[in-house]
């Protein structure tokens, strides 16, 4: 018997308080499902929330809209266990993007509802705008963090600065519109996987301001702020089983999203406009982001990324397939107790080795179909803060890496587009023509193939990519695991 709690909706508002950058799943399934329970505790409807996609995919932006932009929610904590939830704090869905044609995303001309979204961000009543972009929407490199001026979207937002169609280039148009008006900035709140996510976006927009006007950027860098934040919840894309079975527990939403039941939110208190006191509701407010984000996203997000591309590999599918495998499991106790969590500077209390197995458990919830190919997308954004820092400081510190070379060696694998068995799967990154040229220039030579990757700057720090012990150690384990297959590969690194 499948032991299911319902909520409802709290009610509608059309007083818009925040806006988002970036309609996907995860807005829905996390920082939606906050606000839910701040709005049905307090009954404030002061934060409802603009939703709006930037690019694909309109017709999820069309579909709420029609359906009065409720939608639920079904959190699982076990096969057995769920919570469904339908969530009332969306009042507007926007769109942006290129429009479709044909019924094909991304064909048509910019911008259907950019007047609103910027009117939007203009208002006196907007205080907050959160988004999750994904690391890619913020044109970042991501080794460095410097914007990417050559960039043809951000060049056309900076030819074009009235008509942005990126999200830091819409933040700038946003506060340029309030800074004429003589409005206070609102807080800009990112919530996407990125290491000092507030700092990384607060770099974005006062660049890209600074192409625009030297007085603006300074504006920006005096007066917005811009907290940063470690989010977490495991939303997988929804398949047509989740459809499916929901539609059994009698919920016949095509806009539904399944999660996890977990979930998390440490967030920087700095909101000069005000925030929902959401910190009843389970948002930890903390001073500082920076131990509990680097934690996260080494340990959790590395852990995934491993599954990944040793998994997808394999032919395995799913994050719950990947680990009811023994030796992957071994892996990445291996890789979090000693690669991951030595690098990082936790507050006293903190028990890193009970959080890893409460990651394995997660993984191990066999109601999420997490597929391996959604974690796989844009290695080249993920693998920096993911991986490559944490290796970085565990050389220098004498330590050994060898966990995290197989995993490079992967990733370098993965992204020739097929799997060891030549079954192709498609490459979803925005390196991955580079890539791809790389694996056509050196082929079967493994030591140039890998210094190539090495040399790909906006990925790997230049010290690590300088560490002879690192490419050597890439080398072997790309040389184990094309000729032995994962099981060899990871049997060999148990031996090691
Ligand atoms: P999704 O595929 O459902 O949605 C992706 C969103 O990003 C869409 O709104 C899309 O329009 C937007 N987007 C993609 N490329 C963009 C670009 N270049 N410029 C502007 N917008 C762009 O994915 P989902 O699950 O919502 O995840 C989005 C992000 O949320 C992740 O990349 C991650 O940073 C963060 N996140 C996701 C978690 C999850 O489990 N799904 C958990 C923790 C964080
Ligand atoms: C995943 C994350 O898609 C990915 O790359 O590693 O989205 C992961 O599910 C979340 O960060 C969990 O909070």
Same mark, same amino acid.
Request: proline share 4%; aromatic share 6%.
């Given at each position: 018997?499948?032991?299911?709690?319902?909520?409802?909706?709290?009610?509608?508002?059309?007083?818009?308080?925040?806006?988002?950058?970036?309609?996907?799943?995860?807005?829905?399934?996390?920082?939606?499902?906050? #606000?839910?329970?701040?709005?049905?505790?307090?009954? =404030?409807?002061?934060? !409802?929330?603009?939703?709006?996609?930037?690019?694909?995919?309109?017709?999820?932006?069309? $579909?709420?809209?029609?359906?009065?932009?409720?939608?639920?929610? $079904?959190?699982?904590?076990?096969?057995?266990?769920?919570?469904?939830?339908?969530?009332?704090?969306?009042?507007?869905?926007?769109?942006?993007?290129?429009?479709?044609?044909? !019924?094909?995303?991304?064909?048509?001309?910019?911008?259907? =509802?950019?007047?609103?979204?910027?009117?939007?961000?203009?208002?006196?009543?907007?205080?907050?705008?959160?988004?999750?972009?994904?690391?890619?929407?913020?044109?970042?490199?991501?080794?460095?963090?410097?914007?990417?001026?050559?960039?043809?979207?951000?060049?056309?937002?900076?030819?074009?600065?009235?008509? @942005?169609?990126?999200?830091? !280039?819409?933040?700038?148009?946003?506060?340029?519109?309030?800074?004429?008006?003589?409005?206070?900035?609102?807080?800009?709140?990112?919530?996407?996987?990125?290491?000092?996510?507030?700092?990384?976006?607060?770099?974005?927009?006062?660049?890209?301001?600074?192409?625009?006007?030297?007085?603006?950027?300074?504006?920006?860098?005096?007066?917005?702020?811009?907290?940063?934040?470690?989010?977490?919840?495991?939303?997988?894309?929804?398949?047509?089983?989740?459809?499916?079975?929901?539609?059994?527990?009698?919920?016949?939403?095509?806009?539904?999203?399944?999660?996890?039941?977990?979930?998390?939110?440490?967030?920087?208190?700095?909101?000069?406009?005000?925030?929902?006191?959401?910190?009843?509701?389970?948002?930890?407010?903390?001073?500082?982001?920076?131990?509990?984000?680097?934690?996260?996203?080494?340990?959790?997000?590395?852990?995934?990324?491993?599954?990944?591309?040793?998994?997808?590999?394999?032919?395995?599918?799913?994050?719950?397939?990947?680990?009811?495998?023994?030796?992957?499991?071994?892996?990445?106790?291996?890789?979090?107790?000693?690669?991951?969590?030595?690098?990082?500077?936790?507050?006293?209390?903190?028990?890193?080795?009970?959080?890893?197995?409460? #990651?394995?458990?997660?993984?191990?919830?066999?109601?999420?179909?997490?597929?391996?190919?959604?974690?796989?997308?844009?290695?080249?954004?993920?693998?920096?803060?993911?991986?490559?820092? !944490?290796?970085?400081?565990?050389?220098?510190?004498?330590?050994?890496?060898?966990?995290?070379?197989?995993?490079?060696?992967?990733?370098?694998?993965?992204?020739?587009?097929?799997?060891?068995?030549?079954?192709?799967? @498609?490459?979803?990154?925005?390196?991955?023509?580079?890539?791809?040229?790389?694996?056509?220039?050196?082929?079967?030579?493994?030591?140039? #193939?890998?210094?190539?990757?090495?040399?790909?700057?906006?990925?790997?720090?230049?010290?690590?990519?300088?560490?002879?012990?690192?490419?050597?150690?890439?080398?072997?384990?790309?040389?184990?695991?094309?000729?032995?297959?994962?099981?060899?590969?990871?049997?060999?690194?148990?031996?090691?």
């Amino acid at each position: 018997m499948q032991d299911v709690t319902r909520l409802p909706a709290s009610a509608g508002s059309d007083r818009i308080g925040i806006v988002h950058l970036g309609l996907g799943a995860f807005h829905r399934a996390h920082q939606a499902v906050y #606000l839910e329970r701040y709005r049905r505790r307090t009954g =404030d409807t002061g934060w !409802g929330v603009s939703s709006a996609n930037l690019r694909a995919n309109v017709a999820l932006v069309d $579909a709420l809209h029609e359906a009065g932009h409720r939608y639920h929610v $079904a959190e699982y904590a076990d096969s057995e266990h769920v919570t469904v939830r339908e969530i009332g704090v969306i009042e507007e869905t926007l769109f942006t993007g290129k429009e479709q044609v044909d !019924g094909r995303d991304g064909q048509g001309s910019w911008g259907r =509802d950019r007047e609103t979204l910027l009117a939007r961000l203009a208002s006196p009543e907007t205080r907050i705008v959160t988004l999750t972009v994904t690391e890619k929407g913020y044109f970042l490199s991501p080794a460095s963090g410097e914007l990417l001026v050559d960039d043809p979207l951000i060049a056309a937002d900076i030819a074009d600065p009235e008509s @942005p169609c990126t999200a830091p !280039g819409l933040l700038v148009e946003g506060l340029a519109r309030r800074r004429a008006a003589g409005l206070a900035p609102f807080t800009v709140l990112s919530c996407d996987n990125m290491p000092d996510n507030g700092k990384r976006t607060r770099n974005a927009v006062i660049q890209l301001a600074e192409r625009r006007n030297a007085a603006l950027a300074t504006w920006i860098e005096q007066e917005v702020a811009f907290p940063c934040s470690m989010v977490d919840r495991i939303v997988p894309a929804m398949t047509e089983a989740d459809v499916a079975r929901l539609a059994e527990l009698g919920i016949e939403d095509a806009n539904a999203v399944v999660g996890e039941a977990f979930s998390q939110w440490v967030v920087e208190d700095d909101f000069p406009l005000g925030r929902p006191d959401w910190e009843v509701d389970g948002v930890e407010m903390v001073a500082d982001v920076a131990p509990f984000e680097t934690m996260k996203l080494r340990m959790l997000n590395g852990s995934h990324s491993l599954l990944a591309y040793l998994g997808a590999l394999d032919g395995i599918e799913t994050v719950f397939e990947a680990v009811s495998r023994n030796d992957l499991v071994a892996l990445l106790r291996r890789y979090m107790l000693e690669e991951a969590a030595p690098t990082l500077a936790m507050p006293e209390d903190t028990d890193l080795a009970a959080y890893a197995e409460q #990651l394995l458990e997660r993984f191990a919830n066999d109601s999420l179909r997490h597929r391996l190919q959604q974690i796989a997308m844009d290695g080249s954004q993920k693998l920096p803060q993911r991986w490559l820092h !944490g290796a970085q400081a565990c050389l220098a510190a004498g330590g050994k890496v060898p966990c995290t070379a197989l995993g490079v060696a992967a990733w370098i694998r993965y992204t020739a587009g097929d799997d060891l068995a030549g079954r192709s799967h @498609p490459v979803d990154d925005p390196l991955a023509s580079h890539l791809a040229g790389l694996h056509a220039r050196h082929g079967d030579d493994v030591d140039a #193939l890998v210094r190539a990757f090495l040399a790909v700057d906006d990925v790997f720090p230049r010290a690590l990519a300088a560490e002879p012990r690192f490419a050597e150690a890439v080398a072997t384990a790309y040389t184990t695991l094309t000729r032995q297959g994962l099981a060899g590969a990871l049997a060999a690194l148990a031996r090691a």
